[in-house]
T-cell receptor
């Protein structure tokens, strides 16, 4: 069983629509991250989250993006009004109490 | 600021041949360096990491990497390629080995193994 599960694996949406990407860690996870990879480009850091607040964010993570961990389990990334350039593979990562970093298998977001 | 550069977006080697994937880094502080592998439809998996304990780092699946400060390099090698090594490989750098520091990735190298 993977340490981090991401849902959905693929998401297709219309420009301007809201999307929520979900990440479900198993246990003992302290830090949470979102990264993304636009096709053919680098894997880029978006945001880190610790103790129920953002600890660092990149310039990519503008007001259209938000993260939360509403129920103490799921870690979500919301994009309020998607743009074409938001099309990418989004990876969740979590860092555990035994100092291991796990990545999910990603959500491929396609904005049409 | 930190960055890594991976030379060669695609590398092809014959089965049984040496694998060499190149990574050069830039860092204003002593770097922590990582190699990750991504198999199709899977997440990023840590192959190995350099945390200043030893310059030659051995990882999983027979891979190793050598930290060379004078060359600002952290190239990944494997003596004999196996078909199962076909995947995307990412070099990454961080300012810390602890979880509160983000990773900065390279653009990745897709490794193809020729039978």
């Amino acid at each position: 069983e993977p340490e981090v599960t991401q849902t959905p694996s693929h998401q297709v949406t219309q420009m301007g629509q809201e999307v929520i990407l979900r990440c479900v860690p198993i246990s003992n996870h302290l830090y949470f991250y979102w990264y993304r990879q636009i096709l053919g480009q680098k894997v880029e850091f978006l945001v880190s989250f610790y103790n129920n607040e953002i600890s660092e964010k990149s310039e990519i993570f503008d007001d259209q993006f938000s993260v939360e961990r509403p129920d103490g389990s799921n870690f979500t990334l919301k994009i309020r009004s998607t743009k074409l350039e938001d099309s990418a593979m989004y990876f969740c990562a979590t860092y555990t109490t035994n100092e291991k970093l796990f990545f999910g298998s990603g959500t491929q977001l396609s904005v049409l | 600021a930190q960055s890594v550069t991976q030379l060669g977006s695609h590398v092809s080697v014959s089965e049984g041949a040496l694998v060499l994937l190149r990574c050069n880094y830039s860092s204003s502080v002593p770097p922590y360096l990582f190699w990750y592998v991504q198999y199709p439809n899977q997440g990023l998996q840590l192959l190995l990491k350099y945390t200043s304990a030893a310059t030659l780092v051995k990882g999983i699946n027979g891979f190793e990497a050598e930290f060379k400060k004078s060359e600002t390099s952290f190239h990944l090698t494997k003596p004999s390629a196996h078909m199962s090594d076909a995947a995307e490989y990412f070099c990454a750098v961080s300012a810390s080995n602890f979880g509160n520091e983000k990773l900065t990735f390279g653009t990745g190298t897709r490794l193809t193994i020729i039978p």
